[in-house]
């Protein structure tokens, strides 16, 4: 058998979803498990020769495809070279995207209110999702018609067109058709609006357990280095932070709209998808203080050895990095309840704490945030250090070698040694100054009968003495360190 007609047929089965690092998805050859679920990623610019990684999300076999190293029966296809390679992004197109962004928004958008297309205003409110929350931040429904957006850029838009297969929107697929992309069709789509304009589109299939999808390409070099819901900070010193998932972002927003909360969410697309910026960004834009709310779920044990769950573990690089930037960060660890205990994958999501416990609940999980030092230190310490995550504190673990006080010269010594007799004299004479002619409250650190103060007490008697109105004498108690 042809070693490269193998390989080729491999990656014509499959789905290019990421230009950049040359991923492809398509069925597992191990557990046929989906169509999705097997990722092959190629060599950036080589693409077209082992050898290869591969993992299946199913089964987790994974590896390195070599030349000959598999067994795939060739498929009649187009051979890979005569594909035509879509140009990748560049920040001079960046305004070019973005008002094809706009336009694609708009469009969907249209669908979602459509009358005669209920099914994904009904799979919104299955997530919590109200149409008013729909109309505010201009979600809307791709029709499940690779040609449909196709013909509409073409009408609206025809000078935007050279631009659309780099900002994600459009591909040539196999028999050489410019279609709109897969990850669209029939899809949700969720605008990211920062700064007044639609930097990003995310897509999420209707269904239950589907996943949101990016569109293809870098997100930087398409201009997409916003969080979702940036535009709903507004004038707020403090924001709330989560990850993975739109849903995560718009039911806790909703209930901030509605005044049942009372800091804005704001979101980014997998849990390690938060750019070291971002705390930058913050400040610039007047935030004082970031609440991380990543999901829960139980700490996972390897080998009989319990670790850290990989939420708790991005959530201190996070909010070491934030802190860094200047931000006071506090962490929001979401109750793990017996209905969540109960799931295949047990894990509590944010939306899903608002929505079936309440958003007062929340806000009171809100109110009672630890700060990322206190966060740090009620964790296990042999937990982090198996994380490999240092203390968040920049307080010295060891003291600082001692150094001599160097002593005063002779001549700055006083002319004359105070006695005794004297000082005993002068504490006398304050105590009696102040009772007497003295402003505020003068508090005694000895109480009668500690065997100290004596010279104090004298004064004071000659206070009783010479006033016949005295006021309040306050006593603190003995009471060691």
Known sequence: MDVDACTTSLLQGMRLVNRRTGEYTGACPHCKAGTNRYHVWTEPGVGDRPPWRSWCRSCGASGVIQAASHDYAPVPARPIDALPRPADPCAAHIPFYRQLYELTALWAHGWLMDAANPDPLASLAQRGVSQA???RHLLGYALDD????????SEYAPHLMPYAQEAGLLVVDRQGILRMHWNLCGA????TIAEGEITDLRARKLGVGTKARSLAGSPRERGAIYPF????????DTVMLTESGEF???VPLAAYHAGDLSIPTIGYPGINGMPPTLGRALVAKGVRCVIIAYDSQPRPV???VMHLAPEEIWTLKHGMLLRDAGLEVRMLRLPLSRADLAKPHPKSDLDDVCLRHGPHQLQQLIDDAPLLNDYYHS?????CDAARIPPPSTYPTRRARPHRIPTPSPSA??????????ARADICQQVAQHAQHGQGMLVLAHPPGAGKGFNTMTGLHEYLRADPDPSFIVWTAIRKA
């Open 133 to 135: 929350t729909a109309v």
């Open 146 to 153: 690779g040609q449909s957006l196709v013909r509409y850029l």
């Open 188 to 191: 949700i789509l969720f605008p």
């Open 229 to 236: 819901g940036w535009d709903a900070i507004g004038d707020t």
């Open 248 to 250: 995560k972002t718009l």
């Open 302 to 304: 390897r080998d009989g």
């Open 379 to 383: 964790l296990p310490r042999s937990l």
């Open 413 to 422: 010594a006083p002319a004359e040694r105070l006695t005794l007799h004297q």
